[in-house]
């Protein structure tokens, strides 16, 4: 199983972005945290930024939505061209029909659960959805430090869509270094956002120091 890398954009030169995207060409997604200053205490992007950052990237975005009404927003990041648009369970108002649209338009639907959001709930629901992101840190700032105390969540998940056999990937977001990054491949993640350990020095190098790391722990 491979181990994918997408380096959030959040930790990026804003003033660069193009010459930014072009020192993550190794990475599998770009990923894209959009917060209002409403579900989370920060406001970075929205559709018109995401729209620019489609426009230049050469690698498909992964869309984080941390806002409120997803139910109302998410599609249209989708309609932007997104590869992939997770949005949060604890804001959304109906989940599966959210999937659903989402994958209607083209995009991969995710849903991300905050670190105190059990997980139980959304095991049956699996088939629903493209991706699971588990938070590794409370939503809504970059920097903070990878939360242990996440992974068996991540190893319940695991254990389900190993069972079902079901193209689910596992992400996490928050504190991924070249430790931690081991520590989640062996709970169960197979996807790895990572902010300023790709884009601290040389992000290529970064990258692939990230990917072989968590390959040889991925399940």
């Known amino acids: 199983m491979p181990a994918r890398i997408n380096p959030s954009i959040l930790a990026a030169d804003f003033a660069n972005f193009e010459r930014e995207l072009g020192r993550i060409q190794t990475a599998d997604l770009v990923h894209v945290d959009i917060m209002d200053n409403h579900f989370v205490p920060n406001l970075t ?23 409120d009404d997803p139910d109302r927003w998410a599609p249209g990041y989708a309609e932007l061209g997104a590869f992939s648009v997770t949005f949060h369970a604890e804001a959304a108002k109906d989940a599966v029909s959210l999937a659903r649209q989402l994958r209607d338009i083209g995009a991969r639907a995710g849903i991300a659960l905050k670190p105190g959001t059990p997980v139980e709930p959304f095991l049956e629901l699996l088939p629903e959805f493209d991706q699971v992101l588990v938070m590794t840190v409370e939503p809504g700032f970059g920097g903070q430090s990878f939360m242990a105390e996440t992974m068996p969540k991540l190893g319940l998940l695991r254990e389900a869509v190993t069972r079902t056999g079901l193209d689910v990937w596992l992400q996490v977001d928050g504190g991924i270094t070249a430790d931690t990054i081991v520590i989640a491949a062996e709970a169960g993640a197979d996807t790895f956002v990572a902010g300023s350990s790709v884009f601290r020095g040389e992000p290529a190098d970064n990258i692939a120091s990230l990917r072989a790391a968590a390959a040889a722990h991925v399940h």
């Open 45 to 67: 992007f929205g559709p018109t930024m995401t729209e620019r950052l489609q426009e230049l990237s050469a690698i498909p975005l992964d869309v984080h939505l941390m806002i």
